[in-house]
């Protein structure tokens, strides 16, 4: 696709469940980066991939959090025994290089009840 | 990367050049400054970035200060449409872990009015 695609757009899960937030980057973009935006805050960095290894994950809040890239391109946020302190809008971007502009997506919201 | 500090809101007027500031006083010099932009429900949008010389694209200019400490995003002739919150982040050249993170801040909410 033309832009960095996320999906689903919204999700809505109870409390203790287990989610999954799908991105698929601009084709050709070895850099993946997930941020999550809390309402009325800026977004906040979370993990950065280059290629399929997870070059930095020091944003993640805890273990409950974890992502993936197995083939260099498709990346999985996933989230275990979410809290409702979770909710937030997660944010994910891809660019063709670490020093070029990064292309956000619309991001997933979502929703913990 | 160094602290930046931006009015919370501003408005202008459609058709007006939109004057967005930033202060970034304890920049070093090899941080660059990047402006994004995030229209309602929508992700963040790259505008422009520059080292120390003023920089121009089709979206925007970006003014930045002798010194360094202040630079301002002008938006020559704003619309409805750039309605949204303007982000200036302050980020280092590459250099190794961490660089690469963009930090936001809570930016500023800019309202064109017709």
């Known amino acids: 696709g033309a832009g960095v695609s996320q999906t689903p757009s919204n999700k809505v899960t109870e409390k203790g469940k287990y989610v999954e937030l799908r991105c698929d980057p601009i084709?050709?973009?070895?850099?993946l980066y997930w941020y999550r935006q809390s309402l009325g805050q800026g977004p906040e960095f979370l993990i950065y991939f280059q290629g399929t290894g997870a070059a930095d994950d020091s944003g993640l809040p805890n273990d409950r959090f974890f992502a993936v890239r197995p083939e260099g391109s498709v990346s999985t946020l996933k989230i275990q025994r979410t809290e409702r302190g979770d909710s937030a809008v997660y944010l994910c971007?891809?660019?063709?290089?670490?020093?070029?502009?990064?292309?956000f997506g619309q991001g997933t919201r979502l929703t913990v009840v | 990367d160094a602290k930046t500090t931006q009015p919370t809101s501003m408005d202008c007027a459609e058709g007006r050049a939109a004057n967005l500031p930033c202060n970034h006083s304890t920049i070093s010099g090899n941080e660059y400054v990047y402006w994004y932009r995030q229209i309602h429900s929508q992700g963040p949008q790259y505008i422009i970035h520059g080292l120390k010389n003023n920089e121009t694209n089709e979206m925007a200019s970006l003014i930045i200060t002798e010194d360094r400490k202040s630079s301002t995003l002008i938006l020559p002739h704003a619309t409805l449409r750039d309605t949204a919150v303007y982000y200036c982040?302050?980020?280092?050249?590459?250099?190794?872990?961490?660089?690469?993170?963009?930090?936001f801040g809570k930016g500023t909410k800019l309202s064109v009015i017709p």
């Open positions: 084709s050709g973009h070895t850099a």
């Open positions: 971007a891809s660019s063709s290089g670490i020093e070029t502009e990064a292309f």
């Open positions: 982040i302050v980020r280092v050249a590459y250099s190794g872990a961490g660089s690469y993170q963009l930090t």
